[in-house]
């Protein structure tokens, strides 16, 4: 089975810095367009870093790039989000997942930034 085990969350004040990790497992890892997702209340999931198998470069969203830098640990099939500059409208859960994504996301990892 899928498992993508997101951790690192917590609460940050707006400027700070985080680190989020997921370790997976169940499917190949190497070459995969694995990436990072958040979902806000009420919001739509949004797309935000995320590795690509047919160009092989990372594309960010727009609303992350420049602040938020996505890396990845073949060897142990996991997956890091650097998170940097955090603004309030960074609060949300965290998932990470391949694109086009598995159909299980795991828990996620809740991020909170205040002012």
């Known amino acids: 089975d899928v498992q993508l085990q997101a951790s690192g969350g917590g609460s940050v004040q707006a400027g700070g810095s985080l680190t989020l990790s997921c370790i997976t497992s169940?499917?190949?890892?190497?070459?995969?367009?694995i990436g990072w997702f958040r979902q806000a209340p009420g919001k739509e999931r949004e797309r935000l870093a995320c590795?690509?198998?047919?160009?092989?470069?990372?594309h960010y969203a727009d609303s992350v790039k420049g602040r938020f830098t996505i890396s990845r640990d073949n060897a142990k099939a996991t997956v890091t989000l650097q998170m940097n500059s955090l603004k309030l409208e960074d609060t949300a859960v965290y998932y990470c997942?391949?694109?086009?994504?598995?159909?299980?996301w795991g828990q996620g990892t809740q991020v909170t930034v205040s002012s």
């Open positions: 997942n391949t694109d086009p994504p598995f159909q299980t």
């Open positions: 169940g499917f190949s890892f190497n070459g995969s367009a």
């Open positions: 590795y690509s198998n047919t160009d092989g470069g990372i």
